[in-house]
């Protein structure tokens, strides 16, 4: 579904990925994991049209989108769920999810979206009139996943969904994350939190220093002593 072929991306003139290649099929989770630094949030920038590659190519179901516009990538099934979650703080619940529907004006498709994002997550139609800034770590995460769902992406990328929220809370996050998969999405996921990721995942790939330096299945990168002792601490 996305193949990603000697990737380079720059902040300043500064290089900070260096030929990095990887593909994701269609159905499948993958992990980028690595330490901070390491590169993964610029690589999801580069894929999402937030930063544009120096070098090489994204294919996209067999379409060159390497230089496209973020909002084009949008319409063609594409959505990012950023780092940091970037909601829109005094907007309430209800219209933070409503501006991630901005592509259709068709009020019975965005009356059903809402209602799929309020089935995965209920406490946000619970919150519905509450502005962002005053949820919690993670139901801000939650809306931000709502927001990024209600463009109807057939792939999804999620950068650090675990970022800032209660441990509790992490195993519901991933989990929603499996459901989605099973609901068709193809899902590509940075996370910091190397033994969730593993889990969920199919395959995975370590950056280091802007750079693929492992790559595998997931569950055979957990048995791995270089992740062991890298990322485990075991």
């Known amino acids: 579904?996305?193949?990603?072929?000697n990737l380079q991306l720059q902040y300043s003139n500064i290089p900070v990925i260096q030929d990095v290649s990887f593909r994701v099929?269609?159905?499948?989770?993958?992990?980028?994991?690595?330490g901070n630094g390491s590169?993964?949030?610029?690589?999801?920038?580069?894929?999402?049209?937030?930063?544009?590659?120096?070098?090489?190519?994204?294919?996209?179901e067999k379409e060159d989108i390497t230089k496209s516009?973020?909002?084009?990538?949008?319409?063609?099934?594409?959505?990012?769920i950023p780092e940091g979650r970037r909601l829109f703080p005094n907007l309430s619940v209800f219209?933070?999810?409503?501006?991630?529907?901005?592509?259709?004006?068709?009020?019975?498709?965005?009356?059903?979206?809402?209602d799929y994002i309020y089935g995965i997550f209920p406490i946000l139609q619970d919150r519905i009139s509450q502005k962002a800034s005053t949820l919690s770590g993670g139901e801000q995460q939650m809306l931000a996943i709502g927001r990024g769902l209600m463009s109807k992406p057939r792939f999804l990328m999620l950068d650090e969904p675990s970022w800032g929220i209660a441990p509790k809370l992490v195993d519901k996050i991933f989990s929603v994350i499996n459901d989605i998969r099973r609901d068709g999405v193809?899902?590509?996921?940075v996370e910091q939190d190397v033994q969730e990721a593993l889990e969920i995942?199919?395959?995975?790939y370590v950056i280091q220093t802007g750079r693929v330096v492992m790559e595998g299945q997931g569950s055979e990168l957990l048995?791995?002593?270089m992740i062991q002792k890298a990322f485990l601490g075991l």
């Open 1 to 5: 579904m996305l193949s990603v072929e």
């Open 201 to 204: 995942c199919d395959r995975a």
């Open 25 to 34: 099929q269609k159905g499948e989770i993958v992990a980028l994991i690595g």
């Open 186 to 189: 193809t899902v590509l996921l």
């Open 69 to 80: 516009d973020a909002h084009k990538k949008v319409a063609m099934g594409i959505s990012l």
């Open 223 to 225: 048995k791995s002593d």
């Open 39 to 60: 590169g993964k949030s610029t690589i999801m920038k580069g894929l999402s049209g937030i930063l544009i590659p120096i070098a090489g190519r994204v294919i996209f």
């Open 95 to 114: 219209k933070n999810l409503l501006l991630g529907a901005y592509l259709t004006k068709d009020k019975e498709e965005i009356a059903k979206r809402l």
